[in-house]
């Protein structure tokens, strides 16, 4: 089962490595494990939890994990004081130079890679045109160049604080109105070339980033299916057009643009079939248990399943070492003297 758990990031139920948590490294076998507030409480306990999941990754004689967080900034930041406050990515747009920017995602990396997060889902390049947009705070502004310029030097941070970066989402909800944690959002431009918001994501790849993770969005110009299970928007696009050849990662399929379209086991296969790579579950783990063991009963995947294997093994040969305990208490206890 483990050739195929490969493929899935998965949430945990807790701060704590339980049953769940053993059964998905050890058994199932999964590529990474996505951390959210549920998990996380101060930074010796984030290394705790990430040290004991490693060790649990190199005891099944697999690959390390990857161990990601959503630690954008402004409204999306998983990992509370002491950890460094990031502002918004509308603030920084509006406030902050790209070198400040840069700086400031070094010093986030710094910290995510002190406690072994090694992904940092992040950062936001969609060209969010108004505040309808429910991306609105969390993009860098409605200026193509500028979000480009401002997702480069966070992806640049973060690279040279020892994390790997996921710039999303691909491509692009900055055309939308409707939020796809909900409803299936549409592109609204009317351009099919969507010069506007695929500016940020060439500019991304020309950068080197080494993930892209997929919107749940209809680009009706291209095809009627979301990006997230679309060849078109993976392969004709992304792959072809962008020229990116990193890991393609799924938004979390659980989120309600996914299940208006069927199950969520079967979603996780077609976005394989249609070129994603790290297929993300985030909430109900045993979907990716049930998605895994359909895999394992389709053959015409197998090629695909390759594929995708071997992008990530590619991947987890950058993944950094990880920090020893000393070096957790080290630099976190002067700041919680600062601030008790």
């Not at 996380?40 to 161990?67: F, I, K, M, Y």
């Not at 509308?90 to 070094?106: F, M, S």
């Not at 099919?192 to 940020?200: G, I, Q, S, T």
Request: with cysteine; proline share 8%; glycine share 8%.
């Amino acid at each position: 089962m483990q050739a195929y758990g490969q493929v899935f990031m998965v949430g945990l139920p807790g701060p704590r490595v339980e049953a769940v948590a053993r059964e998905l490294v050890r058994d199932l076998g999964v590529g990474g494990v996505i951390l959210f507030a549920r998990n996380l409480e101060d930074p010796l306990q984030v290394w705790e939890l990430t040290s004991e999941l490693q060790r649990l990754a190199r005891e099944r004689g697999g690959p390390p994990l990857l161990l990601a967080v959503d630690q954008e900034g402004g409204p999306v930041q998983r990992l509370k004081g002491p950890f460094t406050r990031i502002p918004s990515a509308r603030e920084l747009g509006e406030k902050a130079e790209p070198r400040e920017v840069e700086a400031l995602y070094h010093q986030v990396a710094r910290e995510l890679a002190l406690v072994g997060v090694n992904l940092n889902l992040a950062p936001v390049v969609d060209v969010a045109r108004s505040p309808d947009c429910p991306l609105w705070e969390r993009s860098f502004g409605p200026d193509p160049e500028k979000v480009a310029a401002y997702g480069m030097a966070a992806i640049r941070g973060l690279r040279a604080g020892g994390v790997l970066a996921a710039a999303k989402h691909f491509p692009g909800l900055g055309d939308t109105r409707r939020d796809s944690h909900l409803v299936l959002p549409t592109a609204e431009g009317a351009d099919p070339e969507r010069a506007v918001d695929l500016k940020p994501f060439a500019a991304a790849v020309a950068v080197g980033v080494p993930l892209i993770m997929t919107a749940h969005l209809r680009v009706p110009a291209w095809e009627e299916a979301p990006a997230t299970l679309s060849p078109v928007a993976i392969r004709t696009w992304l792959r072809g057009r962008l020229g990116f050849g990193g890991v393609v990662m799924t938004d979390d399929l659980e989120m309600g643009a996914i299940r208006e379209q069927g199950e969520v086991a079967s979603a996780a296969l077609q976005a394989l079939a249609a070129g994603a790579d790290l297929l993300l579950i985030c909430e109900h783990s045993e979907l990716a248990w049930e998605a895994a063991r359909r895999l394992e009963k389709t053959p015409a995947l197998k090629e695909r399943l390759a594929e995708a294997s071997a992008r990530l093994a590619r991947l987890r040969a950058r993944l950094p070492a990880s920090c020893a305990r000393r070096e957790v208490e080290a630099y976190f206890a002067p700041i919680l003297m600062r601030n008790p």
